[in-house]
Structures are given as C-alpha cells and as structure tokens.
T-cell receptor
Framework: GQQLNQSPQSMFIQEGEDVSMNCTSSSIFNTWLWYKQEPGEGPVLLIALYKAGELTSNGRLTAQFGITRKDSFLNISASIPSDVGIYFCAGPRGGAGGTSYGKLTFGQGTILTVHP | NAGVTQTPKFRVLKTGQSMTLLCAQDMNHEYMYWYRQDPGMGLRLIHYSVGEGTTAKGEVPDGYNVSRLKKQNFLLGLESAAPSQTSVYFC??????????FGPGTRLLVL
C-alpha cells in the first residue's frame, strides 16, 4: 500500500535555529498536506500544496511540492518554543488517480523539540 | 461553532468490554473519518463515511464498527476490546472541497 516516509524522526534544536524536514513516497501524489499536532490535541493543517514545484509559505513556515510529485519539504525559520510538536505530512489515499473521498495517508511524523 | 468534538476524552477498559466513541461536528460536513494514532506510526484510517447512512472500511477496520445515523455524528464501536486497541483515536470531518478538521482525540487504555 501507499506509504509516506518522514525524516528525521525527531529533532532537538535551539530556539532561533531553522528546521528542515521532508516526506517521501514511492507513489505519486497530487496533493501534499502538512499538519502539526501539539501535545494532547488533534492535528491542525499548516499548509496545503496542490501543484508540482509549488512553494507556499505560512508565516515562518515554507513548504514545497517536489517536482517528481513523490516528495515534499517543510522548513521552519527562526524556531520558537511554541513550534514544539509533531509534524505530519499527508496525501490523499489513492494517489494520482481514482476517488479518494478525502481519505488521507499520513507519514509517521517528525517530533520537534525546541530548547529556549 | 465548536468544530469537531469527541467524547469521552479518556477511558480505561478491561479486555472484552465494549464501548462507543462519539464524534460530533457542527460544520455540516459530508465526510467523516475515524483514525487511530500509535507511537511511530502516524495516523491510520479505521473507517470513514461519505454521507449520512453510509460507512466504509479504511486501512485498519478489524475489531471496530461504525454508524452514521445522523449527518453530524459518527460513532466508533468496539464490541470486545483488546489490549492491541490501546491507542489515541481521532475523528475528522471535511466538506467536499476542504481539507480535514480533527477533533481533540480520545485516549483509550485496554487492560
């Protein structure tokens, strides 16, 4: 089945540092989503990407839809303590074709810890 | 506007007991989903519904049943709980064109 592989699995950084994480798949995706989950909460959508090569920003967050449509990247600039959480990539189940009914496949997540 | 709510927030069950998790959304969304989250495995889809009265299996449906009798509610049932069902359960909903909104989760411990 479809799998999304995220790396790194975890990151420990100092406040103010930039962060980069990525998500790869053996299948093509037409949409890439990045979610953040804070402790004790459900995932919240950060950025949605709909076109190969697309670069989209949301404040200090920037995400890119890979040209091959098999990967995506998320960068966080000048990290702050409230960036702590688990970051998930996700894409529609069914990949490039078929009706996915909004079902999502998730990566295993990148755990981010920011030291003040 | 509460978004997606889940009850209960936390529950402890003994092996073999049954329970129902309730998800409610007030956004008039057509689609609703149940996921489970386990350490190092991300979120995996259990069951989903594309409208009132419809349900379908997801990636890991065994041991669970669902019902969508009302558009705003999606129930997840465990008929005979097993320790392997210890997890955090998330409900989500979406309209036909938007992305998914998640509830706060239900933590379930099966002893």
């Amino acid at each position: 089945g479809q799998q999304l592989n995220q790396s790194p699995q975890s990151m420990f950084i100092q406040e103010g540092e930039d962060v980069s994480m990525n998500c790869t798949s053996s299948s093509i995706f037409n949409t890439w989503l990045w979610y953040k989950q804070e402790p004790g909460e459900g995932p919240v959508l950060l950025i949605a990407l709909y076109k190969a090569g697309e670069l989209t920003s949301n404040g200090r967050l920037t995400a890119q839809f890979g040209i091959t449509r098999k990967d995506s990247f998320l960068n966080i600039s000048a990290s702050i303590p409230s960036d702590v959480g688990i970051y998930f990539c996700a894409g529609p189940r069914g990949g490039a074709g078929g009706t996915s009914y909004g079902k999502l496949t998730f990566g295993q997540g990148t755990i981010l810890t920011v030291h003040p | 506007n509460a978004g997606v709510t889940q009850t209960p927030k936390f529950r402890v069950l003994k092996t073999g007991q049954s329970m129902t998790l309730l998800c409610a959304q007030d956004m008039n969304h057509e689609y609703m989903y149940w996921y489970r989250q386990d350490p190092g495995m991300g979120l995996r889809l259990i069951h989903y519904s594309v409208g009132e009265g419809t349900t379908a299996k997801g990636e890991v449906p065994d041991g669970y049943n669902v019902s969508r009798l009302k558009k705003q509610n999606f129930l997840l049932g465990l008929e005979s709980a097993a320790p392997s069902q210890t997890s955090v359960y998330f409900c989500a909903s979406r309209s036909r064109i938007e992305t998914q909104y998640f509830g706060p989760g239900t933590r379930l411990l099966v002893l």
